[in-house]
């Protein structure tokens, strides 16, 4: 058996699959709010060491297999895919409409179909009914949204009216305010998954709370992704450089080394 060979196409497969992460960051370069993902390389034989710490495994594998198999285990694998939630750049577009968040682990509340989720883009819109929405259409929730109606919850803003958000989100028309929007902050930001669309999703609601002085809401700008387009071509190139590495690896062990071992039985005189 050709170990070499197994730990190449191991190797090969990881970079395909950070390839996949890096070319996601790439195509959401221009995405407001996007937050960019990354991964951490690991061996097998780590992984395995790890999880055997926290569960634990029992480790009944024989000495002899230990030995043969040791150049396997240092296969590399994705052992973690993550979020980087460091604050982009801020633009200016003097939209009312337009709001960014200054802390990383700040997000709004939107209701979409599949329940309540946060996002990190503020570049809201009035629908025709006046509700304050997202892109893509979902309402935004102010600080009280649980003791509204659910069919009526959200912010209305009436048409052509003097729209102003102070930093704490509180929301004035013509001076008077009319409501605040919900600053989400989780308890543990590495609890916090995206699920599509620039939204995020934390399992438990109740480990998020609404902060009322956060201090942190711009109005008129937008928070720019944190995608460094830069960084990710490095990480890009360098990545097709390591894939085209382990092919000429696997070519290696398949080819060459199995024509000569070949050649070399067949020398061998009885």
Known sequence: MQNGYYQATGAMVTQFNRLDVITNNL???????????????????????????ILPLENNTKDAAKFLNRT?????????????????GMKLTNNPLDLSLGKKDLFFLVETPNGVRMTKNGAFNLDNDGYLVSKEGYRVLP???????????????????????????????????????????????????????????LSNLNDI?????????????????????????????????????????????????NQEATSKLASIKA
Do not use: C, W
């Not at 097998?44 to 060491?49: D, L, M, N, V």
């Not at 009280?144 to 109606?149: R, V």
């Not at 308890?187 to 995020?200: A, M, P, Q, T, W």
């Open 143 to 201: 600080s009280n949204y649980e003791a509204q109606p659910a069919q009526t919850r959200g912010i209305v803003v009436p048409q052509g009216s003097e729209l102003s958000i102070d930093k704490d989100g509180a929301i004035y028309v013509n001076n008077e305010n009319i409501a605040r929007l919900y600053i989400a902050q989780p308890r543990e930001i590495r609890d916090v998954k995206k699920e599509g669309d620039n939204l995020f999703i």
């Open 72 to 88: 396997i285990d240092r296969v590399p694998h994705i052992n973690e895919e993550y979020t980087d939630f460091s604050e982009g």
């Open 27 to 53: 195509a959401n370069v221009n995405t407001i709010g996007y937050k960019r993902d990354d991964v951490v390389i690991a061996d097998f034989e780590r992984i395995f060491k790890e999880t055997r710490d």
């Open 209 to 257: 709370r609404d902060n009322a002085n956060s201090g942190s809401v711009a109005q008129g700008y937008t928070q720019i992704s944190n995608v460094n387009p830069v960084v990710e071509m490095v990480s890009l190139i360098e990545a097709n450089r390591l894939v085209d590495m382990y092919q000429k690896v696997m070519t290696s062990h398949m080819t060459d080394l």
